[in-house]
């Protein structure tokens, strides 16, 4: 129960980054992804797993918080194909997640493949570095997220690097393009 | 490591010290070595990292600061197409190691074709080119530099990640995939206005012929790829390098040496191209026969473009001119005997 609310969690926090522009709604919804995937590994990898994540995705929307376009802009006009394709990968997520695979980690199927893909789709959509970077560090995080799928132990370091990766993209300046 | 891509990492280091000794003086050396070493660094990283998931975070962390470097292109141009590339993959291997219908394996070959046509950059899904950005922040970068060795990887980690229907999926999509850029890229060479241009849609065709090569699954088949893998590093690469010099003193000759070039560029005997081509034909023989006359018919659209391309890089002097030495001196060995090539990849 607590994975399948986890799950919806990491779903939510996703969705958010596809309707919002502003930097409030981003840095919350990789807050809440980040939340949703590292409540999902602490129930099958541990603690110290489950804490690389949920530190790298603090960072990351504590960052988010403070640059990007002000404000929440959640949904602004125009954004109703962005809400169908929140709801449409969920169910599709669900769907392949709950319904055609079999096996335990069905929540983390679910979260993995709604955030990977959702962020995906996010990055093909956007021309704003903020918002780009938001979905950069989702990635990482689901990415890392997905090695819990694995047959053998995973260990430590993709949870490590991913937190690494989220916490510091940020960070990166983006340079504007060279004048022609 | 998988010793193919230990060995294109070796190569891609020689190639990097090329560019670096031979570049002309006034060249900006530090950025290119700082970009250049980078770069290595990664594809080094994406080939030692013990588990599929960790290079998929390195192909992210590469991606982001190849974008993030500057260049002629805008930041989200140039981040979307590794992007897509990591999340494609990261789909892939969720599909692979879940459990359920086998068709579920099949979609996630679809995935690893995919991301590692996106990574690379190779139809269909061309990353945007301006013919003015530097080669380190072009989309050369991915085809000529990093996709070898993601293409070694991604290959390598397939044969664990797959069941063996969806293995010979994957190798057919490989093998479809291949010819189509393989027509496409021979096709563009030839006819595209632009010379720059021009010399990234070959890169393509040469990719053509390397996933041909992979997907084949025999073993002259992956021994040919792994040819023409080198010789993208080995031979065009540091000649698409001598042609940014040329394009920018607007030179173009007809000498000898640009007809050498040609015909290495084309893949013609003694150089190692030819090498992998007779592998290649052989492969495609030994599996079904009609590829193996496909693949020929489509090894002669290199001629036209080849020439054109010779006769792009000019005239080169002084330690230009030692460099394509020892560059065409490479090639020729390799092509003559590349048993030790193909001994240090264990293939």
Redesign the interface.
Known sequence: MVEAAAAFVAWLGVSMIVLADGRRGLGLGVALAGLGLAAIVFQGHGLVAAAALAVGAAIAAARRLVSGSAGWQIMPPGSTPRLVLCIGAGLLALWIGFG????TGAAL?FA??SV??L??AR??A????AV??T??AL??L???A??G???SA??M??YV??GL?AAA?GW???????A? | MPPDATEIIVFIALVLGFALAFAPAQSPRRSLLVRGGTGLAGTVAIAAVPTFDLAILVLLTLGVLHAAAGGKRAFAIRLRAPLLAVAMLALAVVLARVEGPVVLARFAAVGLVAGLAAGIGLLPYLHPFDADDAAASSPVAWIAFIGPVLAAVVVARAQGLLTADAGGAFGAMLIGLGLLNMAWGGIATWLTESTTAAWRYSFIADWGLALCGIGLTVSDGRRGALLVLLTIVLGRLPLYLVFRQAAAAKTATERPVNLVVAAMLAGSAPFAGFAARVLLLRGATQLYWPLALVLAAGMLLWLPGSLRLGRSIGAPRRRQALGVALMLAANIAAGLYPLPLLEAARL
Request: glycine content about 8%.
């Open positions: 055609i695979t079999t096996g199927r993995v493949m990977v893909g962020a995906g990055v093909l956007s021309d704003d570095p780009l970077l979905a950069v990635l990482a689901a990415i890392a997905a090695a799928l694995s047959h995973p260990g370091w993709p690097a991913a990766i993209v990166l300046p983006v340079r504007t393009p060279d022609a």
